[in-house]
């Protein structure tokens, strides 16, 4: 078709061409726009990443302090990153959760920044200077020169959750006095932080030194950053034993391996042994702990050192072997099998419990495998959870009673047994401290038959093999010991001080080292020192040498607590969004593109049949179909194309409408505004092809259909292509079966289909289609004899042309479907927990909020004590990681992970969390399953993979619940945990349950008394709302596509009402003819489009519910009033359109219609 | 015989003009007409026949003169009163038929009915009606399944439902052959009796306008009136 007949085709026929390029345009603006708006997050997290890391490119992160120089790089700055409290005393404020950050100014150099704050204490200052950020100066309301309380972890070598650990609240944390000496804007180094989500971060800087010396770690820092593109590798790192807080004690014919931290980390006493053995060193390893007393005879001797050790073999089996008599061998195995013989009730009565135990669980499984069918699938699980875990327990108790059986060996030193007065053979008790589940202070016992009595010599005076006890070993007497644990001095007599003078820490006895491990078994380590002695043909110099060249290259950085990360990497992969806003949207545009598909396909037809007197005086003039419909086609193309280029503004326009709305009106869907406008020409190019390839399909099928008139009916102006009028006769049984097996596949497809959104969509589209053709049908079918009643005949006006009718019902049905779809997981009423609290703590509690003891050690007052008892406190260990909850709009890729305590794990399904698993490095959590769906993208049915503290992979078999408090965690047991991440210590996340009547009082003393921890109280329901907030702010901006549609749908109704009009002028005419009044003629159309309207909606609604029910696999604690609300809305806003249109369309004079002349 | 309100059915036209614009169709034109008479109107294209068809009918008003029908001056009326009026008192046949192409035969007959309460004899009446012009095997039949003569057979059944004192046809059978405009004239004729009512038809056709009892003949706006001795 040229160019010239075309334009005069559209100057004629303009008001339908441009209708169409219009709708074209809708269709190309909400699709583009919808992957613009995804672009633009993504965008946006992109721009953000880049601002908050500037030029950073890698990072090398410690959970320790180490000398810089341990990294080979040239251009490495140097930080001490720590998170911690920040008290403005003047304006009585408090920041909590703020990155304490040590730097000096070429820290600045990654931004390009004219000028660096001055981080240096000002002239006349008596403290030194701290700089913060806008968002912190916002949030402690200060100045500059206000002075700042900065309240930062005290570090120590010693784990505080180990017996040796300091824990006491005033040595846990230290203050630092500084004054503001500048404030940066919340942008550039102002956004600096490592956590991966688009809220400011609340920053402050302080000199590098002065953090260094008040940490008392000169030279040292915990992060070195580089702008290189080149990753770090742990080859570049040159490890020492010191960077590994080791040492080694060097002696003449030996030298002993011991830590900083007291026990030798697994990971580095497997090291050392290996290396030992594979060089033929010959080794000795201790574990030495300190017993509160050795008692025997009703005698006591306090706080004594006692060592586990080899005593089968070696050093010690020597030495004891030279030391015990036979007499006394003979009286050991008198007594040992007396202690046998005394045991044995006990013994076969615990077997016997254990055993019917066993028994009662073999039967529960059994019953379960028979009678499983009849439970409903959670009481089913639930049982069998329950079996598992009494299967766990049996068998911890198989393993504790076994080690029961034989009584324990000891050897004690001639000061020892002289002052309990006993002899070989005798019972000694020695009692000494655990730290508890809550790290409390635990006595327990042990009992042992005295084996041996050592003279104070050899090994038995060797205190090179005692590591150094904190605040004991160095003290002149035993009364001035300052322990973390509690000491009664009273017990301490003088001869005690006496062989502290004489011996100081020398070991007054010694037990086996298989026993020592078993009693003292903690998560930190299972020895104390390492002694090992020259290897065959070399001297001890060279042996140490060749030990710990080997020994630091068996070690990997990363099973140490080092962490090599890719920063600017990993976070411009984070900043592709958790959620994909461009999918999202554009899912629900799909219903949209539909809607405009066949109202094109409406209009297009409209107009070629407003031109079938053109069709067919070309037909009758030879012209072939082909030809014709070609014409028609190339016409729909370059409207549909005009209208797509007109649809490629309208994307901009409507993703900015987006963006604007994302900013302010549904700003809890991102928490922050910094959203702005990215589009990128492919997602205008994608818009455009597939709007257009959806339209043309459309106009495609309309001209196909231009063959089924005959010439003679398009040449007397017929318009109907398919005259729906021709046939009485209904087809409403013949169409059952064929529409029951749509239904039944479309519905299958969905539901088989994985993807909720693909199920919901084809759910949802089966019923609208499935509806729409029942419909249509049943409109054709209309000529059965009835009364004949206004109703009726409005009802038949409806059947006049039946594809316009549907087309209209479907669009309104699409509307309706999104509304209620989307709406009917819109949560009106408030979100219920039986929790009254969450806190969060920014430095790690190490004493139980729910004991007394505990209470008091963390400062608070004996009124504050007892109003806390009314309230249960349940604490959870915290490995920080990235919220996974909708709140967050970057990709986690490292979920933040919580220690779930005991107290949790009571109820089902938290229980499951007891259950240990057979694989090794394989744990079960629990996950919210919105946040494990939609923000990690990860199936629950298959393992989470996420790294150990020592850098090997760490499978997590997930258990889901929904619409949790923990939607932003992941969640293990407590003892897995420790497992897994032994170093993180003490507890920062709580769940407390108050009276309602008490709980203002409650927050208020928690915030204040541990107001130096950063610990910060939010309403338990609060914290749900805000996640309903977010899940609410998408549903509202998904519920403006569906106003979309409905605006769509009733510009349908309103076309059609106008076009049947058109038509119908003969007729409406005869009805006036006949005495019709206007007014009731109006009252019909209106009637007529109402029934569309209302069949449309209720098609509309039925697919909503049953999409939702196929997608979510039952209908959701339903929204009624708000979604009663919209649907009113919608009802009424047609009813409108309906009447004006009809108020319009009829103002033109009808009757001269008739005139035949 | 059926009688109007008044006693007798009367169409008076005194003085009637109609002009559209600056062209004046109809000029001077008076007539009476009383009973059961049977007029034809003829006259080339553009003399305006069909103008004052629909003037008569009320589809249109007059631009000078008046009309009275049953001594009462329709165009007096209120819009909702004159449609009260057309209702009941005219009954229209179009060339073109006018059937509602969604609804059956026994439904377009009923249409008329609608417009205000429902007798409740309508759907006998329009058996009736059906049954005399002949389509009673046809009712539920749909227009386009319907032959051109029997179209207009159901046009001039719907005409009569509401019993009309005047039946307006404009050129019922102008569409049709000879066979078929024979028997709908028959038909006409044969209901004109049986419903004693003012027939007037609009034709082209002079053999069939010599068979109704009044001639009027329309040139170039203005009428003569002759009666038909053959009728």
């Given amino acids: 078709m040229c160019l010239r007949q075309f334009k005069k085709s559209f100057r004629y026929f303009w008001q339908i061409h441009l209708t169409v390029a219009l709708c074209t345009a809708v269709a190309t603006g909400v699709l583009a726009g919808a992957l613009i708006v995804g672009d633009s997050v993504r965008g946006s997290l992109r721009s953000l990443t880049t601002e908050r890391l500037g030029t950073i490119q890698h990072a090398l992160l410690a959970d320790h302090f180490f000398q810089p120089n341990l990294l080979n790089r040239q251009d490495k700055v140097s930080a001490i990153l720590l998170n911690g409290t920040i008290v403005a005393p003047q304006k009585q404020t408090r920041a909590s959760k703020v990155n304490i950050l040590g730097i000096t100014e070429s820290f600045f150099t990654f931004w390009d920044a004219d000028t660096a704050p001055n981080l240096n204490k000002a002239a006349g200052q008596p403290f030194n200077a701290i700089v913060i950020n806008e968002a912190l100066q916002s949030e402690l309301n200060a100045q500059v020169g206000d002075t700042l309380l900065v309240n930062i972890p005290q570090v120590a070598d010693i784990h505080p959750e180990f017996i040796l650990g300091e824990r006491d609240a005033s040595e846990a944390i230290q203050s630092l006095r500084l004054v503001i000496g500048d404030v940066v804007p919340a942008e550039n180094v102002g956004r600096f932080s490592l956590r991966v989500h688009q809220s400011l971060p609340l920053n402050a800087f302080i000199a590098l030194p002065v953090l260094q010396k008040a940490l008392g770690q000169e030279n040292k820092v915990n992060a070195l950053f580089t702008k290189q593109t080149a990753p770090i590798s742990s080859d570049e790192l040159v490890l020492t034993l010191e960077a590994l807080g080791l040492n080694i004690q060097e002696h003449e014919t030996h030298f002993d391996l011991q830590s900083q931290e007291y026990l030798l980390k697994p990971i580095f006493s497997e090291a050392a042994l290996t290396v030992a053995v594979r060089n033929q060193i010959p080794t000795f390893s201790t574990l030495t702990y300190l017993a509160n007393t050795i008692s025997a005879n009703g005698k006591t001797v306090p706080y004594s050192t006692i060592v586990a050790l080899p005593t089968d073999q070696g050093t010690f089996a020597e030495y004891l072997d030279r030391h015990v008599t036979e007499t006394d061998m003979w009286a050991y195995g008198q007594a040992y099998d007396q202690e046998i013989k005394r045991r044995e009730p006990e013994i076969s009565e615990e077997n016997k419990k254990l055993d019917e135990k066993i028994d009662r669980i073999t039967k529960e499984v059994n019953t379960l495998a028979e009678t499983g069918s009849k439970l409903s699938k959670t009481e089913y699980k639930q049982r069998l959870d329950e079996a598992d875990i009494a299967s766990t327990e049996v068998q911890n108790a198989l393993k504790a009673h076994r080690a029961r059986r034989k009584p324990g060996e000891i050897v004690l030193n001639t000061w020892t047994a002289a002052d309990l007065g006993v002899k070989v053979g005798d019972g000694i008790n020695i009692t000494y401290y655990r730290v508890g589940a809550s790290e409390e202070y635990i006595i327990e016992t042990a009992s042992f038959l005295l084996k041996g009595i050592l003279p104070i010599e050899g090994i038995a005076a060797d205190r090179g093999i005692i590591p150094t006890f904190p605040g004991i070993h160095n003290t002149a007497d035993m009364s001035e010991w300052e322990s973390p644990f509690p000491i009664d001095y009273a017990l301490i007599r003088d001869k005690d001080e006496a062989y502290w003078d004489e011996y100081g820490a020398t070991p007054k006895a010694f037990i086996s080292l298989e026993t020592g491990q078993r009693l003292w078994q903690n998560r930190f380590g299972t020895l104390t020192s390492i002694r090992m002695t020259t290897a065959p043909d070399t001297d001890i110099r060279e042996t140490l040498t060749r030990f710990e060249t080997e020994f630091l290259k068996k070690i990997q950085p990363e099973e140490v607590g080092f962490q090599f990360l890719s920063l600017q990497a990993d976070g411009l992969q984070a900043s592709t969004g958790a959620t994909d806003f461009g999918m999202l949207f554009g899912s629900l545009s799909a219903f949209i593109i539909i809607a405009v598909a066949l109202l094109v396909g409406m209009l297009f037809r409209i107009g070629v049949e407003q031109r079938s007197r053109e069709i067919g005086i070309l037909q009758a003039i030879g012209y072939p179909l082909v030809k014709i419909r070609r014409r028609f086609l190339y016409e729909g193309g370059i409207i549909a194309g005009i209208g797509s280029l007109i649809g490629c503004l309208l994307a901009v326009g409507y993703a900015q409408l987006m963006i604007f709305g994302l900013q302010t009106w549904w700003l809890p869907a991102i928490g922050t505004p910094f959203m702005e406008l990215h589009a990128s020409p492919w997602s205008l190019l994608s818009g455009v092809l597939i709007s257009l390839a959806v339209v043309m399909i459309s106009i495609r099928v309309t001209v196909h259909k231009l063959g089924k008139t005959s010439v003679v009916s398009l040449l007397a102006g017929g318009t109907d292509f398919v005259d729906a009028t021709t046939t009485s006769k209904p087809k409403t049984r013949k169409a059952g079966p064929f529409l029951f097996f749509v239904a039944l596949v479309g519905i299958g497809v969905g539901i088989l289909v994985g993807n909720p959104i693909v199920r919901l969509l084809c759910v949802a589209l089966t019923i609208i289609a499935i509806g729409a053709e029942a419909f249509d049908r049943w409109l054709k079918s209309q000529n059965a004899s009835k009364r004949l009643s206004r109703m009726r005949f409005a009802v038949k006006n409806a059947g006049r042309q039946p594809g316009r009718s549907t087309t209209c019902v479907i669009t309104v049905g699409i509307a309706c479907c999104i509304i209620v779809a989307v709406g009917a997981n819109r949560h009106d009423a408030p979100p219920e927990t039986e929790y009254a609290f969450v806190a969060e703590s920014s430095l790690p509690l190490h004493h139980s909020l729910n004991t007394p003891d505990g209470r008091f050690e963390l400062g608070f007052s004996e009124n504050a004590s007892e109003l806390l008892s009314a309230s249960e406190i349940i604490p959870f260990r915290v490995l920080p990681g990235e919220d996974v909850s909708c709140l967050n709009l970057y990709q986690p890729q490292k979920p933040q992970i919580l220690g779930a305590s005991d107290t949790m794990l009571d109820e089902f399904p938290w229980r499951k969390l007891k259950l240990k698993l057979s694989e090794i490095g394989r744990v079960l959590a629990i996950g919210d399953e919105k946040s494990l769906r939609w923000i990690l993208h990860h199936d629950p049915k298959d393992d989470f993979l996420v790294q150990d503290e020592f850098g090997k992979a760490l499978r997590l078999e997930l258990e889901t619940v929904e619409n949790s408090i923990f939607q932003s965690q992941l969640i293990i047991s407590e003892s897995n945990f420790t497992k897994y991440f032994p170093s993180q210590s003490g507890y920062q996340f709580f769940l407390i349950k108050t009276p309602p009547a008490l709980r203002e009082e409650t927050a208020q003393i928690l915030e204040k008394t541990l107001s130096d921890y950063g610990f910060d109280l939010t309403s338990a329901a609060a914290r749900l709302a805000s996640y309903r907030a977010v899940e609410n702010t998408y549903i509202s901006t998904f519920q403006s596509l569906g106003g979309l549609g409905v605006l769509l749908g009733t510009f349908g109704l309103a076309l059609v009402l106008f076009r049947n009009i058109i038509e119908r002028r003969g007729e409406l005419a005869t009805l006036r003819a006949f005495g019709f009044q206007r007014r009731l003629l109006s009252r019909m159309l209106f009637l007529e489009n109402c029934f569309l309207l209302v069949i449309g909606m209720f098609i509309g609604i039925a697919a909503g519910l049953a999409a939702i029910l196929a997608s979510q696999g039952h209908l959701p604690s339903f929204p009624w009033f708000s979604l009663t609300i919209t649907l009113l809305f919608i009802f009424g806003f047609g009813i409108i359109a309906n009447a004006v249109a009809v108020a319009v369309a009829l103002r033109s004079p009808l009757l001269s219609t008739l005139k035949s002349e | ?231």
């Fill in chain 2, 1 to 231: 015989m059926r009688q109007s309100l008044t006693g007798t059915f009367s169409l008076k036209v005194s003085n009637l003009s109609k002009d559209f614009g600056t062209v004046q169709v109809l000029r001077d034109i008076s007539f009476d007409f009383t009973d059961d008479v049977s007029v034809a109107i003829t006259g080339p294209s553009g003399s305006g026949k069909s103008t004052l068809l629909h003037i008569i009918g009320t589809l249109e008003k007059p631009s000078n003169g008046q009309v009275r029908i049953n001594n009462t001056d329709p165009f007096a009326l209120s819009e909702p009163e004159l449609a009260r009026y057309r209702n009941s008192v005219i009954g229209f046949v179009f060339q073109d038929h006018h059937l509602l192409p969604q609804y059956s035969v026994l439904e377009n007959v009923l249409v008329p009915t609608l417009a205000f309460k429902q007798e409740p004899d309508a759907t006998e009446r329009a058996h009736e009606l059906l049954d005399r012009v002949g389509l009673t095997d046809r009712i539920w039949h749909r227009p386009a399944e319907l032959s051109g003569g029997e179209r207009q057979r159901v046009a001039i059944a719907r005409a009569l439902i509401n019993q009309p004192d005047i039946l307006l046809c404009d050129e019922p059978t102008g569409n049709l052959d000879t066979a078929t405009t024979e028997t709908i004239a028959n038909l006409l004729f044969e209901l004109h009796q049986a419903e004693k009512n003012i027939l007037i038809v609009v034709t082209h056709n002079l053999t069939l306008a010599l068979r109704f009892q009044e001639h009027l003949q329309l040139v170039e706006g203005r009428c003569s009136i002759e009666g038909n001795s053959e009728s």
